[in-house]
């Protein structure tokens, strides 16, 4: 079986590692899921609707690291842009009876989720468009 060798930090010119064609539509329709059920969940339990709006975009806070550099800049954007941190946040509210973790958790999945759908995904320190989705903002400068 033939493997195919993905150049990690995908530099100009190397294997591109981003999902492409009717895989990537699923991935960021999959974004529109967590989004909708974040909403749906958020209103169940009865958040606060200004609350979400202000916490809405705070993960994107993450992306100051990309003024230290690219690598620092993706690794702290895919800190605060993946469903571990906020099931783990979900859950520690549980355990702990805060129920103001479970929808700070939800904002946050929501965020991600439209995130994904508008095709913004885990980021390569080889630029700030270089995701897991594909190029955004178009090619490699």
Not at 20 to 34: D, H, K, Q, W, Y
Not at 47 to 61: E, H, I, K, Q, R
Not at 99 to 123: E, S, T
């Amino acid at each position: 079986m033939n493997q195919t060798s993905y150049n990690s930090s995908i530099e100009p010119g190397g294997e591109h590692p981003a999902v492409t064609g009717t895989v990537a539509l699923i991935l960021r329709s999959e974004g529109g899921v967590a989004l909708i059920s974040a909403v749906i969940a958020y209103q169940a339990i009865g958040g606060s609707w200004t609350l979400f709006a202000v916490l809405f975009f705070t993960p994107d806070v993450s992306m100051l690291g990309y003024l230290a550099n690219r690598r620092i800049g993706a690794w702290g954007y895919n800190l605060a842009h993946n469903y571990v941190a906020p099931a783990a946040l979900g859950l520690l509210g549980w355990a702990m009876a805060l129920p103001m973790f479970y929808g700070m958790a939800l904002i946050w999945v929501g965020h991600i989720g439209f995130d994904r759908l508008v095709g913004y995904g885990l980021k390569y320190p080889a630029a700030f468009g270089a995701t897991h989705l594909g190029w955004k903002g178009g090619r490699y400068r």
